[in-house]
């Protein structure tokens, strides 16, 4: 069975940073692009940050020169740094993985207050 485990969320003053992780099973991880999408209260999930197989990132514009995506294949597990953090950017941040389906993480909650 696939799955994606998040992993590193919580609480967090602004201006702070955080590490998200994403544990990979049941997938040659090697073989999918990954992602980091978000859903903010009241709004719709929108992309953060993807990475492919090959190692291209793409970021949102709101998150570029702060949040850092990438990969470690070996472990499995893809990894989303997040520096410099606004209230705004509190969420709950999803894990994707594609190949040839989707798949999709839980969630878990990041919130950014003073």
């Known amino acids: 069975q696939v799955q994606l485990v998040e992993s590193g969320g919580g609480l967090v003053q602004p201006g702070g940073s955080l590490t998200l992780s994403c544990a990979a099973s049941?997938?040659?991880?090697?073989?999918?692009?990954m992602g980091w999408y978000r859903q903010a209260p009241g709004k719709q999930r929108e992309l953060v940050a993807t990475?492919?197989?090959?190692?291209?990132?793409n970021y949102a514009d709101s998150v570029k020169g702060r949040f850092t995506i990438s990969r470690d294949n070996a472990k499995k597990t893809v990894y989303l740094q997040m520096n410099s953090l606004k209230v705004d950017d509190t969420a709950v941040y999803y894990c994707?993985?594609?190949?040839?389906?989707?798949?999709w993480g839980q969630g878990i909650l990041v919130t950014v207050s003073p």
């Open positions: 994707k993985a594609t190949r040839i389906l989707t798949h």
């Open positions: 049941g997938i040659i991880f090697s073989g999918y692009a």
């Open positions: 990475i492919t197989s090959g190692g291209t990132t």
